[in-house]
């Protein structure tokens, strides 16, 4: 069980604010857990109450007839390269459809579990009829985190129906890429929930192809913004522009109308001075959270690029050889990165603005634990009563 540090500053700033993340998975359900609570949160009636833990889960919401064994044709809309379902969708044979559809995904509802430190039931709050879901099995979603004054809670999911088949890799509507063998067109979204239990849904057309993983709002001295990370693609090489600009660490401004998407942060191994690999999968990040106006991605997967820590430097002065820490007095993102669109096909998104933050691994495909644990021991170092 690890801390989110992005709490951390409201208890700098002495906030009653504590937020706890934990994932598994447990028969037909997964939960990433995690919990809120400020003064704010208790004024007014609020549906989230101080000092309890906020559980982020998801149940399969499928039975026998969502999925048809010997007639069911996957991906749903194919035209070249369909399978049929070879199980129907009865609980937990249903995932044996993987063998034959290797993008076989479920959506499922999102419930917003509430319980006391002790583990009591308080409430649940379910997402999913108001139009966002997430996807079975992946569970690289539903990442919770605490916006940067600890009012609100954010997370990430899809604009689809319940029991939608292989949404988690298909496109998003403006962001089409016709090598993906989905070739279904969904909304990814940022949720944002209230003390009270209100939601507000952002659409975007990041992560065509794959999924959003988190996201923090930075609602602190003016700013109106979402840091998100994810993972893009799901086609053949050269991606569009769309999938390389919409992949990794993306800047999203609430209630916005989707268009083209605008990456936050940018790195490439060719920073290290190794060579390049597949565009644009350098930065399929997983882990987000933000310390001391910095903004930190981990990444722990995939078969390109370095299993690392990185930081988003604002300031162009941290690190001139991709490895370095965070500047003093470094601030907040608050604009996406301005690329050249010349050079995305064949350099990617230029010029980088990412850092691996120094002490952490630099080897391609690194074989290490994912990094998050790491980065918490890393601030606690500087800010023992901050663990």
Not at 80 to 109: E, H
Not at 183 to 202: M, N, Y
């Amino acid at each position: 069980m690890t801390r989110s540090n992005n709490s951390r500053a409201g208890v700098r700033r002495g906030r009653a604010t504590a937020l706890l993340v934990v994932a598994g998975l447990a028969g037909a359900a997964f939960a990433s857990v995690a919990v809120v609570a400020t003064p704010a949160a208790a004024e007014g009636g609020s549906y989230l109450l101080p000092g309890n833990l906020l559980v982020s889960r998801s149940v399969y919401a499928g039975n026998a007839g969502t999925v048809t064994a010997g007639q069911t044709i996957l991906p749903p809309g194919c035209v070249t390269g369909c399978v049929i379902a070879n199980s129907d969708g009865t609980y937990p044979n249903v995932w044996n459809n993987d063998q034959a559809d290797a993008n076989f995904g479920i959506t499922s509802p999102i419930y917003l579990d509430q319980l006391t430190p002790s583990g009591r039931w308080v409430s649940s709050l379910k997402i999913s009829d108001r139009r966002l879901v997430t996807s079975f099995p992946s569970k690289s979603e539903l990442a919770l985190n605490l916006s940067t004054d600890g009012r609100y809670i954010t997370f990430m999911g899809y604009v689809a129906p319940v029991n939608g088949l292989d949404v988690s890799n298909s496109n998003t509507p403006g962001a089409f890429d016709p090598t993906n063998p989905v070739p279904g067109a969904d909304f990814r979204a940022v949720a944002q929930v209230d003390a009270r239990g209100r939601l507000q849904i952002t659409e975007t057309n990041a992560y065509s192809g794959n999924n959003g993983r988190a996201a923090i709002l930075n609602n602190s001295h003016g700013a109106n913004v979402y840091y998100t990370a994810g993972n893009g693609g799901n086609g053949g090489n050269p991606q569009p522009a769309a999938i390389i600009t919409g992949t990794g660490a993306q800047f999203i401004v609430p209630r916005a109308t989707p268009g083209p998407t605008t990456p936050l942060g940018s790195f490439n191994v060719t920073q290290l001075g190794l060579p390049a690999d597949k565009v644009g999968k350098d930065t399929n990040f997983r882990g987000l959270t933000v310390f001391d106006n910095v903004v930190y991605y981990t990444k722990g997967s995939g078969g390109n690029g370095v299993n690392t820590v990185y930081f988003v430097d604002t300031t162009g002065q941290a690190c001139p050889n991709g490895v370095g820490l965070p500047a003093p007095g470094a601030t907040l993102p608050t604009s996406p990165i301005a690329f050249d669109p010349a050079l995305l096909q064949t350099e990617g998104i230029e010029p980088t603005n990412m850092c691996i933050l120094k002490g952490f691994p630099t080897a391609l495909k690194t074989k290490t634990a994912f990094p998050l644990p790491l980065l918490q021991q890393h601030h606690c170092l500087g800010c023992p009563r901050c663990c």
